[in-house]
C-alpha cells in the first residue's frame, strides 16, 4: 500500500486498539549473464524491513528486500528494482514494465494483495464484529476467485511479451496468524478466516503461474511459527511507530521467508 493510502486505512485501528513450465519450458536459470528485474508491490519493495532507498519515495524500496539481497549476492548484469508500496496489477502495467527487455534474464513479481483489498480487510477485521469481518473476507475471496485471474493473465502475459527469455518468478503471500495462542487484538475466528483468505490467494496466484509456465515461490512454509501472535514474528502487526509497516514483513521475513523461496524458484 502507498503510505498515504494505507496510513488512512490503518489510522483508525489505533483509536480502537489503542495502539503489502517458465513460458518457454527449456528457459535456463537466472545468472548474471542478464539483467533482473523486481516488479510487484509493498512485499516486494519491503515495506516493513526499515532501510528505504531515499530516492524511491513513497514506493519505499528497501535495501533489506528480498530482491536487493538477491541481486547484492548474485550479482546480475543489471539491476532494475520497480517494485513499488500500493501497487496493484494494473500499476505494474502503467508503471513498472520498462525496464524488461529480451536480454532480461530473471523477473520476479509479487501482486494481488492490493486488488483483493487486503488493508481495507485488516482495517474491517479489527474495527467491526466477527460476522462483519466474516463477510468483508467473503467479498474479497469472491473477487480472488473471479476477478483477478484475469488480471494475473494481463500481467503475466505483459511480462512475457517484454521479457521472452526471462525465468519468471511470482512469490506468494504468508499467512498472517498463528492459531491458537493467547494474542491481544483478533479473535481466532477473524484470524482463521484471514490466514484461510491468505490461502485463496496463494492459490489462485500459483493456478496462474503455472498456467503460464512461470515458477512459484510459496512463502507460507518458511513463515511457519513466525506469524503474528508467535514467539517471533516476521510480521509486523499494528505498528504504532510506522503504521505503513503493519501487516508487512519485517526484515528477518525478507530474508529468512522472502528471500530464500526467490532464491530456491530462480534456480
Request: proline content about 3%; hydrophobic content about 40%; some cysteine.
Amino acid at each position: 500500500m502507498r503510505r498515504s493510502r494505507l496510513a488512512g486505512l490503518v489510522a483508525p485501528l489505533l483509536l480502537a486498539l489503542g495502539l503489502g513450465f517458465t513460458q518457454a519450458a527449456s528457459a535456463q536459470a537466472a545468472s548474471n549473464s542478464g539483467g533482473y528485474v523486481a516488479l510487484g508491490d509493498s512485499y516486494a519493495s519491503g515495506v516493513g524491513a526499515g532501510s528505504y532507498i531515499s530516492s524511491s519515495g513513497d514506493c519505499d524500496r528497501s535495501t533489506n528486500a528480498a530482491a536487493y539481497l538477491w541481486n547484492a549476492a548474485h550479482k546480475p548484469a543489471s539491476f532494475a528494482f520497480n517494485a513499488c508500496s500500493g501497487a496493484t496489477t494494473d500499476d505494474v502495467l502503467a508503471n513498472q514494465l520498462g525496464s524488461l527487455n529480451s536480454s532480461t534474464s530473471l523477473v520476479s513479481i509479487s501482486i494481488g494483495g492490493n486488488d483483493a483489498g487486503f488493508a481495507d480487510v485488516m482495517q474491517t477485521c479489527v474495527l467491526s464484529s466477527d460476522s462483519t469481518c466474516l463477510s468483508r473476507i467473503s467479498t474479497a475471496t469472491s473477487y480472488i476467485t473471479n476477478t483477478l485471474p484475469g488480471k494475473l493473465d494481463n500481467v503475466y502475459n505483459a511480462i512475457h511479451s517484454k521479457a521472452p527469455n526471462a525465468r519468471v518468478v511470482v512469490v506468494g503471500y504468508p499467512r498472517f496468524y498463528l492459531l491458537g495462542q493467547t494474542c491481544l487484538g483478533l479473535s481466532d475466528t477473524k484470524r482463521s478466516a484471514i490466514n484461510n483468505a491468505a490461502d485463496t490467494l496463494d492459490g489462485t496466484i500459483q493456478s496462474r503461474v503455472q498456467a503460464h509456465g512461470f515458477v512459484f515461490g510459496d512463502v507460507r512454509s518458511a513463515f511457519a511459527s513466525h506469524e503474528i501472535c508467535s514467539g517471533d514474528s516476521w510480521l509486523h502487526s499494528l505498528n504504532v511507530l510506522d503504521v505503513t509497516e503493519s501487516y508487512h514483513p519485517t526484515a528477518a521475513g525478507q530474508s529468512g521467508g522472502y528471500l530464500p523461496a526467490l532464491t530456491n524458484a530462480a534456480g
